[in-house]
């Protein structure tokens, strides 16, 4: 079974820093690209990040360049999100998600599987 299990949200005031895991299982690993993706109240889920495991390249959003870090750790079929210097436009549902064949790095339509998600919240 295919799992993508989300963690290490919560509520944090502007400047401060989370970070985020998403620990995989049920496929091959180096396979998938990683992405974050993220949900605010209202708004479209939105790209935020991605990496190919492999290879180690990255993508970020522009609103998060500077900011947010993606890593991976082959060995625990984990990704991570380490985000710096959060602002409360940042707040929202962080998901992760896996891609066969990357393109776009943060076209949701690129992923073909999800994990339940994570909320974040940046208090001003």
């Known amino acids: 079974e295919v799992q993508l299990v989300e963690s290490g949200g919560g509520l944090v005031q502007a400047g401060g820093s989370l970070r985020l895991s998403c620990v995989a299982s049920?496929?091959?690993?180096?396979?998938?690209?990683i992405g974050w993706f993220r949900q605010a109240p209202g708004k479209e889920r939105e790209g935020v990040s991605q990496i190919t495991n492999i290879e180690g390249w990255s993508s970020y959003a522009d609103s998060v360049k500077g900011r947010f870090t993606i890593s991976s750790d082959r060995a625990k079929n984990t990704v991570y999100l380490q985000m710096n210097s959060l602002k409360p436009e940042d707040t929202g549902v962080y998901y992760c998600?896996?891609?066969?064949?990357?393109?776009?790095?943060?076209?949701?339509?690129?992923?073909?599987?999800w994990g339940q998600g994570t909320q974040v919240t940046v208090s001003s």
């Open positions: 049920g496929f091959r690993f180096d396979d998938y690209a």
């Open positions: 998600a896996a891609d066969l064949f990357p393109g776009d790095p943060l076209a949701l339509s690129e992923y073909d599987y």
